[in-house]
C-alpha cells in the first residue's frame, strides 16, 4: 500500500513537500517515482529514485525545482517542491517501479496539490 | 523527445470488443504498458511488456505490438471497463518515462 501525504493549497513560488508511505511490501527493494494529473489531464513521469537513493532522474520541468528522496528505515518516499508554479497544479501519486520491467505496478491514492494565489 | 499518440476516445457496446492504440515511431521496438483510471481513482497497471498481465486482471485484457502501432484489445466490455486508458513506454532520447494522451473509453 502507498499512501500519500503534505499536499494543500500553496501560493506560486511557495514550497511544498510530499510524503509517501510505503506497506507491505520491501520498500528498499524497488525504485519509486512520483507521477502527476494536472485537472482533467493526462499523466505525466515526474521524478524517479533507485533503490538506496544514489541515482534520481527527473522530467525536464522541474528539474532544480524538485527534489525526489526517500528513508528505507521509515519506508518513505517524499518530493520536496520549490518555487512551485500554476502549472504544478495536479495530482501527485506515488509509483513503485515494477522492477524487471519498465512499468509502474502500484500506485497511491493521490495527493493534490494547488498552486494559487 | 519520443511522443506517443492515443485516440482521445473510443466507444462500445457492452459485450463487444473494445481496441485502443497506441502509435509511436517503431514502437514495436519497445516494450509497452498499460493503465486503467477509472474516475477519480489512481491508475491501474493491466497490461505490461506488450501482452502480459498482472495478477488480478481478467484474461479479457490483451495487448499487441508491432510496427509504429501497440493495441490494448479489450474483449466482451462490461460497463465497469469504462475507463480512461494510458499507454507508458520507457525511452532513451528526452523524458525518459512517456504516457500517452490517454483514451476515454464509453460502454454504450
Known amino acids: 500500500q502507498l499512501v500519500e501525504s503534505g499536499g494543500g493549497l500553496v501560493q506560486p513560488g511557495g514550497s511544498l513537500r510530499l510524503s509517501c508511505a510505503a506497506s507491505?511490501?520491501?520498500?528498499?527493494?524497488?525504485?519509486m517515482s512520483w507521477v502527476r494529473q494536472a485537472p482533467g489531464k493526462g499523466l505525466e513521469w515526474v521524478a524517479k529514485?533507485?533503490?538506496?537513493?544514489?541515482?534520481?532522474y527527473y522530467v525536464k520541468s522541474v528539474k532544480g525545482r524538485f527534489t525526489i528522496s526517500r528513508d528505507n528505515a521509515k519506508n518513505s518516499l517524499y518530493l520536496q517542491m520549490n518555487s512551485l508554479r500554476a502549472e504544478d497544479t495536479a495530482v501527485f501519486y506515488c509509483?513503485?517501479?515494477?522492477?524487471?520491467?519498465?512499468?509502474?505496478?502500484?500506485w497511491g491514492q493521490g495527493a493534490l496539490v494547488t498552486v494559487s494565489s | 523527445s519520443y511522443v506517443l499518440t492515443q485516440p482521445p476516445s473510443v466507444s462500445v457496446a457492452p459485450g463487444e470488443t473494445a481496441r485502443i492504440t497506441c502509435g509511436g515511431n517503431?514502437?514495436?521496438?519497445?516494450?509497452v504498458h498499460w493503465y486503467q483510471q477509472r474516475p477519480g481513482r489512481a491508475p491501474v497497471l493491466v497490461v505490461y511488456?506488450?501482452?502480459d498481465r498482472p495478477s488480478g486482471i481478467p484474461e479479457r485484457f490483451s495487448g499487441f505490438n508491432s510496427g509504429n502501432t501497440a493495441t490494448l484489445t479489450i474483449s466482451r466490455v462490461e460497463a465497469g471497463d469504462e475507463a480512461d486508458y494510458y499507454c507508458?513506454?520507457?525511452?532513451?532520447?528526452?523524458?525518459?518515462?512517456?504516457f500517452g494522451g490517454g483514451t476515454k473509453l464509453t460502454v454504450l
Open positions: 509509483a513503485r517501479d515494477c522492477g524487471s520491467t519498465s512499468c509502474f505496478d502500484y
Open positions: 507491505g511490501f520491501t520498500f528498499s527493494n524497488y525504485w
Open positions: 529514485i533507485k533503490q538506496d537513493g544514489n541515482e534520481k
Open positions: 517503431n514502437i514495436g521496438s519497445k516494450s
Open positions: 511488456d506488450d501482452s
Open positions: 507508458q513506454v520507457w525511452d532513451t532520447s528526452g523524458d525518459p518515462w512517456v
